[in-house]
C-alpha cells in the first residue's frame, strides 16, 4: 500500500487552488474545472467540487465541515513562511503561531479559506532532523 493523496471538496475549487499554490508555492495541475491536483514528491494534494462528490457516493462529502484532519506540510523555513502567508490575503485565521513542539518539529498552524487545519512544519531538532531526511 502506498499513501497517495488526500482530496478536498470545496465549493470554491479555483479560490482553494489559488491559496494552496501560494502557500506551497506549488502549482496545480487541472485535470477540470471541477478538479485539481498539487503534487509534491511525497504525496498529492486534491481539490474537487462539490459536484464531484455524486460521482462516488451522493451526500457522502460536504465542503468547510473539516474538524478532525490536519492537512501537514513539510516546508524548509516555517518561520519565512508564516512571514510570506502573513503578508497575504490567502490566510485570515493563524491558529498558532510558530511554536517548537516536544517531538522537534516548529509547527505553524492555521486555517485553509474552507476553514480546514493546515500545518505547515520545519524538523529543528537533531531526532526530527534525522526522521524527515530526504
Same mark, same amino acid.
Given at each position: 500500500? #502506498?499513501?497517495?493523496?488526500?482530496?478536498?471538496?470545496?465549493?470554491? $475549487?479555483? *479560490?482553494?487552488?489559488?491559496?494552496?499554490? @501560494?502557500?506551497?508555492?506549488?502549482?496545480?495541475?487541472?485535470?477540470?474545472?471541477? /478538479?485539481?491536483?498539487?503534487?509534491?514528491?511525497?504525496?498529492?494534494?486534491?481539490? =474537487?467540487?462539490? @459536484?464531484?462528490?455524486? %460521482?462516488? =457516493? &451522493?451526500?457522502? =462529502? *460536504?465542503?468547510?465541515? #473539516?474538524?478532525?484532519?490536519?492537512?501537514?506540510? %513539510?516546508?524548509? +523555513?516555517?518561520? *519565512?513562511?508564516? @512571514?510570506? %502567508? !502573513? +503578508?497575504?490575503?490567502?490566510?485570515?485565521? /493563524? $491558529? !498558532?503561531? &510558530?511554536?517548537?513542539? &516536544?517531538?522537534? #518539529? @516548529?509547527? %505553524?498552524?492555521?486555517? +485553509?479559506?474552507?476553514? #480546514?487545519? $493546515?500545518?505547515?512544519?520545519?524538523? $529543528?531538532?537533531?531526532? !526530527?532532523?534525522?526522521?524527515? !531526511?530526504?
Amino acid at each position: 500500500m #502506498n499513501f497517495v493523496s488526500i482530496r478536498i471538496i470545496t465549493g470554491d $475549487v479555483a *479560490r482553494l487552488v489559488g491559496f494552496y499554490e @501560494r502557500a506551497t508555492g506549488v502549482r496545480a495541475a487541472w485535470a477540470t474545472e471541477d /478538479f485539481a491536483e498539487l503534487s509534491t514528491p511525497a504525496a498529492t494534494l486534491a481539490i =474537487a467540487s462539490t @459536484r464531484t462528490v455524486p %460521482l462516488f =457516493a &451522493p451526500g457522502s =462529502a *460536504r465542503p468547510a465541515e #473539516n474538524h478532525s484532519v490536519i492537512t501537514e506540510f %513539510l516546508v524548509d +523555513d516555517v518561520d *519565512r513562511v508564516h @512571514r510570506d %502567508l !502573513a +503578508d497575504s490575503e490567502y490566510v485570515t485565521e /493563524f $491558529v !498558532a503561531e &510558530p511554536t517548537t513542539m &516536544p517531538w522537534g #518539529n @516548529r509547527s %505553524l498552524l492555521f486555517r +485553509d479559506p474552507d476553514g #480546514n487545519l $493546515v500545518n505547515f512544519f520545519t524538523p $529543528v531538532t537533531e531526532a !526530527a532532523i534525522k526522521k524527515f !531526511a530526504r
